[in-house]
């Protein structure tokens, strides 16, 4: 089940259930089952708290990806998503903001499907993927 939650921010998503299908259907097409995927929608102070104590990072970043998965085909984790940094992202992209929020949906479903971007060449894939799916978001 994919769940949506907010904190410390008053974001308020559109077109749930149509999300949840199409991000169901991404983890289908990877070969993996869909377990309890929880998003929490929050701001860059919550999200940049997440990453210094979690992480040890101390930088600001769009998203933050737990995988909570215990067996290989079902998918389970917990995914941090910064409203903040989606917006100023769209803004620097030009690309609508409810665009960039799919890419980064997507892209921690990638994430919870065992795809890195660590390197160029994990990044280039991972692009691949990302526009892929986004072309299938209808």
């Known amino acids: 089940m994919i769940n949506f939650h907010v904190e410390d921010t008053d974001f308020k998503l559109q077109q749930k259930l149509k999300l949840k299908n199409w991000l169901k259907s991404v983890l289908e097409a990877e070969g993996f ?32 990806t737990f995988d909570n ?30 665009h960039e929020l799919r890419r980064v949906l997507v892209h921690g479903v990638l994430h919870l499907c065992g795809y890195l971007d660590k390197t160029d060449e994990e990044e280039k894939l991972m692009r691949e993927k990302e526009n892929h799916y986004l072309q299938l978001f209808l």
């Open 69 to 98: 998965s215990e067996d290989e085909e079902l998918i389970e984790g917990d995914i941090f998503i910064s409203i903040d940094r989606v917006v100023d992202n769209a803004k620097t992209f030009r690309v609508s903001t409810e």
């Open 33 to 64: 089952v869909l377990g309890d995927i929880n998003y929490v929608f929050c701001s860059d102070e919550y999200l940049l708290k997440i990453n210094v104590e979690y992480l040890d990072h101390d930088y600001l970043t769009d998203i933050i």
